[in-house]
């Protein structure tokens, strides 16, 4: 996931990075020396190269050919957790489709030492030349003859590579031992394309076959992959560990973990052993998982009709992990913040995160391993359906999280949001080079995939949908499939015309904003819709795009009750409601569900504001009216007063969700005022509007409250402190004083915002307390709090201590980033963590390489500037420092930075009176003007 794309090396190294000599001595370097000079003149040629080239220019890119593929590995690793190198041998068993003296498959940062071909028959056919290419990733292996044809012998290599510290390929993460010492843990991260960063191999997901994994390692620790142990052998002080052969699966999802830990483990209904790894001593932490994981297979086999296939299940929390998780077969590997759960230290949020993110791995089990896309391309058919299914499984499994209205809020709006752009991308995008993989793990691939399955399951009806999701999975297991292959099992379930709606919301970029207009004929309510694309910056759609949009209507009678299902796929079309009263109110998308925003005549809108106040719409539908009305503010085509207005309405609003969307349109708007001097009026705005509920959750937990209450409290907390509440902080202090002293220890849903609140009004002496506490932490997730919180800090001078500390040793690689990124929340800190990425760009590079931590940190520290400056300067900086893998992240901040240069100057004025207007009236609301 993490992806350093360097080019052009062949022509200065070749295959002789290991051959290097020094000229000192006469002799030839250590292999790790031979490593780091390696990858020292790699990228040394990489910035070079570079330098040059445009972040628009496509990188050259071919497919493996097909002549020869493989059909089963049967490979042998020798991890050595002191000196960081491993050695290996695979034998592959191939299938010579065409004959040729040629085989060329992947091969990245692995010394491969021989090759040769083993017939059945006895023949051996050795090389004659090993030509490496770093810029296409590949080994091209040269025989001394045609190889014969068919399925008549194997490739049999021996290799060797480094245990690498950038949490991809074969990588090393960093541990304390039981005694205190500092330990490693060899570790896989294959997806995307680094299972060849392990061991040569055709690494594309259409190129499936089955393994068997040897492992030698020290004795004493647990070794793990895909499959159970099929035996072990002691020698010495070496264990030797053969696993069970593998079903059919892509090299992507092959795993191995060798290091130190505990485990509990339970079974399955239906008979599957599971067992989650933890660090040693912690294996309590593990429980939730392990009793999460036990359920969400029973429930999976019975919604999609066939069992899981594999004998166990591992989950693994891992201590260096650049991702969330990864689904590997049979062997899921976690951070330990989405798998670990304290009872004293978890908060209630993180432990529902850690449902989600167990159900999600769980169903790429299914779908993602046992179907798998056909090429990079389809991502969004194992993303967009595991991140659908996880909150399926997670409202099964625990409905007081009401899960499924925190689907809006966490997944719904982020993916409006970033596909409003001119920089977004279709679903299915086009990819080629591995490099151009990492920007497709996006919003788009997970959020808007998720956000259109939901759109489409919903459209057919959930008993045709599993019919369709069994009639896919049956058909392709253990094998691939693309997107067309889903639409037609879908079809053939429901007798709808799915692919005719589905490719619109695909295979075309963006999404519409269909404007309603009303009028009374009768009884009857005719509504006029009409469709075009929505665009962040407000512009016209000149082009002829039309969606296939199913449109469903519910009215004041019955809210909860849709009135109307069609589908809207014309430019504009009209539509009768029957039975409807001049003063009753039509609600168009009742429970925030197709996939596109809604922007009312005033008329229309003016009927729909009792019912918000009074909370008679349903929780989604106030919350769609706020979040749709905010969008269409930013783009130009209504007024941000207008949104400032229409929160009047949720005054006495009490439902978390609505408020998390309430909560997201008063950061942005604060960020647009950040550098202004009317932040502290629309800080008073802010905070009368939240009074209420502030006053009403109070500190404590209420007897019996709900789970939504609870995180709630949280963000009611948190917003308050960051708009200068004196009493929230002044609360905050004396219950973060008792807990540093011992005496009573704050629950871990209050930490985060208790910890922002000291913080903001904190000095020296805050922030040293601040570090002890982080260093004393066991728990990640306490370690991560902490690091997000510090940027709340206002001491210009402690902040740039802050960013230092991200990049000290005390901090993992994975988690600097949101330190840096807590550091960008203010306007002062955002300039400072903005200065201090362009002064350590090299330092981040070497770290992360490209890849998505690199394009999160890219984003959130640039994507709220405000000027046009800034903009340009963004621009700027990475014209002369691109780095693939965050093309897209770059140029989707720089539209977003001059998206707020626009809506500063269009609104600014306005704003200003109205806040000036508060002020004067001594209040910071005023009446609904609707």
Not at 513 to 523: D, L, S, Y
Request: hydrophobic fraction near 40%; proline fraction near 4%.
């Amino acid at each position: 996931m993490l992806r350093m794309r360097p080019q052009y090396l062949q022509a200065f190294c070749g295959n002789t990075y290991f051959r290097v000599v020094s000229r000192q001595k006469g002799k030839a370097f250590s292999y790790r020396t031979a490593f780091k000079i390696f990858r020292f003149v790699r990228f040394f040629r990489v910035a070079i190269h570079y330098r040059g080239m445009s972040t628009t220019e496509k990188q050259p890119f071919r497919r493996l050919p097909t002549d020869v593929l493989p059909y089963h590995y049967d490979i042998v690793l020798s991890p050595n957790l002191k000196t960081f190198i491993f050695d290996g041998k695979e034998n592959v068993d191939i299938d010579v489709k065409k004959s040729t003296d040629i085989v060329i498959l992947n091969s990245l940062d692995i010394d491969i030492k021989n090759v040769s071909f083993h017939g059945e028959d006895g023949l051996i056919i050795s090389t004659k030349k090993i030509d490496i290419s770093v810029s296409e990733e590949t080994a091209t292996f040269v025989f001394n003859e045609k190889l014969p044809l068919g399925k008549s012998g194997h490739l049999s290599l021996q290799f060797s590579g480094e245990i690498n510290d950038k949490m991809k390929g074969l990588y090393r993460s960093k541990y304390t031992g039981p005694d205190g010492s500092v330990e490693y843990a060899a570790v896989t991260q294959f997806e995307s394309t680094d299972a060849r960063r392990c061991f040569p191999c055709w690494d594309e997901p259409a190129h499936k076959a089955t393994f068997d994994i040897t492992l030698n390692i020290p004795s004493g620790l647990t070794a793990l992959s895909n499959m159970p142990v099929l035996r072990k052998e002691t020698n010495d002080s070496t264990d030797t560990l053969v696993f069970e052969t593998t079903p059919i699966m892509s090299t992507y999802l092959v795993a191995v973990v060798v290091g130190e830990f505990d485990y509990i483990e339970d079974k399955s209904t239906d008979g599957v052993l599971v067992r989650v790894y933890t660090p040693k001593s912690k294996k309590e932490q593990g429980q939730f998982a392990l009793e999460t994981a036990v359920k969400v297979l029973p429930y999976y086999k019975t919604y999609f009709g066939i069992a899981y296939p594999l004998p166990k299940i591992d989950l693994i929390a891992i201590a260096d992990f650049s991702s969330g998780a990864m689904e590997n077969w049979g062997l899921v590997t976690y951070r330990e913040t989405c798998l670990l759960v304290d009872p004293q230290n978890t908060s209630a949020l993180r432990k529902q995160w850690i449902a989600l993110v167990v159900a999600h791995e769980l169903a790429h089990q299914w779908f993602g391993n046992l179907v798998t896309m056909e090429w990079w391309t389809h991502l969004w058919l194992n993303e967009g359906y595991a991140s659908f299914v996880e909150f399926l499984c997670v409202a099964h499994l625990f409905p007081e999280y009401d899960i499924w209205t925190q689907f809006v809020t966490d997944t719904y709006i982020g993916a409006l949001e970033l596909d409003a752009l001119k920089n977004s991308h279709p679903i299915e995008v086009p990819v080629g080079h591995p490099s151009e993989i990492d920007e497709i793990f996006d919003e788009i691939s997970y959020n808007k995939g998720a956000c259109v399955i939901r759109m489409l399951h919903a459209y057919i009806g959930d008993d045709d949908f599993r019919k369709g999701m069994y009639l896919y999975l049956k058909m392709h297991s253990y094998a691939n499939a693309e997107t067309g292959d889903l639409w037609d099992a879908l079809e053939a379930a429901s007798k709808k015309n799915v692919r005719r709606v589905m490719s619109t919301w695909t295979e075309q970029q963006g999404f519409p904003v269909v404007r309603v207009q009303h009028r009374q004929e009768g009884k009857d309510r005719i509504l006029s819709l009409s469709q075009e694309r929505f665009l962040a910056g407000g512009a016209e759609d000149t082009g002829n795009s039309v969606w296939m949009i199913p449109i469903s209507v519910s009215t004041s009678k019955d809210p909860e009750k849709c009135v109307l299902t069609d589908l809207l796929d014309e430019k504009t079309k009209e539509f009768r409601i029957e039975d409807v009263s001049e003063d009753s109110w039509v609600k168009i998308n009742p429970g925030t569900i197709g996939f596109y925003r809604t922007y009312y005549s005033q008329d229309a809108l003016s009927l729909l504001l009792p019912a918000v106040k009074n909370r008679t719409l349903p929780p989604l539908d106030r919350l769609g009216l706020l979040d749709d009305l905010f969008a269409v503010a930013q783009a130009g085509r209504a007024s941000t007063v207008e949104v400032l207005h229409l929160m009047h309405a949720f005054q006495q609003e009490n439902n978390y969700t609505v408020w998390s969307s309430i909560d997201n349109a008063l950061r942005k708007i604060g960020f647009l005022l950040s550098h202004l001097d009317r932040l502290d009026s629309f800080k008073a705005f802010g905070r009368n509007l939240m009074r209420d509920i502030s006053n009403e959750l109070g500190w404590e937990p209420k007897p019996n409250e709900s789970h939504c209450d609870t995180l709630l409290r949280s963000l009611v907390l948190d917003r308050m402190a960051a708009l200068n509440d004196t009493n929230t902080i002044e609360e905050a202090k004396k219950r973060f004083d008792l807990h540093v002293s011992g005496k009573t220890l704050l629950a871990a849903d209050l930490r985060s915002p208790v910890y922002r609140a000291v913080l903001s009004n904190g000095n020296n002496e805050i922030y040293q307390t601040m570090l002890e506490l982080y260093r004393e932490a066991d728990l990640h997730e306490e370690k991560d709090r902490i690091l997000r919180a510090l940027g709340a800090i206002k001491d210009e001078t402690l902040l740039a201590e802050i960013l230092e500390f991200a990049m000290s040793d005390e901090v993992r690689a994975q988690d600097a980033v949101y330190a840096i990124m807590s550091v960008s929340m203010t306007y002062k800190g955002r300039l400072m963590a903005w200065d201090f990425i362009k002064k350590n760009w090299q330092t981040l590079r070497d770290r992360y390489g490209g890849g998505f931590l690199m394009s999160r940190l890219v984003k959130i520290v640039t994507e709220n500037f405000v000027t046009e400056e800034q903009a340009k300067e963004v621009e700027d900086f990475f014209k002369d420092h691109p780095t693939p893998g965050t093309e897209r992240t770059v140029q989707q901040s720089v539209e977003s930075i001059r998206l707020n240069v626009a809506w500063l100057a269009r609104d600014l004025d306005s704003i200003k009176e109205f806040l000036d207007k508060q002020e004067k009236e001594g209040s910071a609301l005023c009446q609904c003007k609707y």
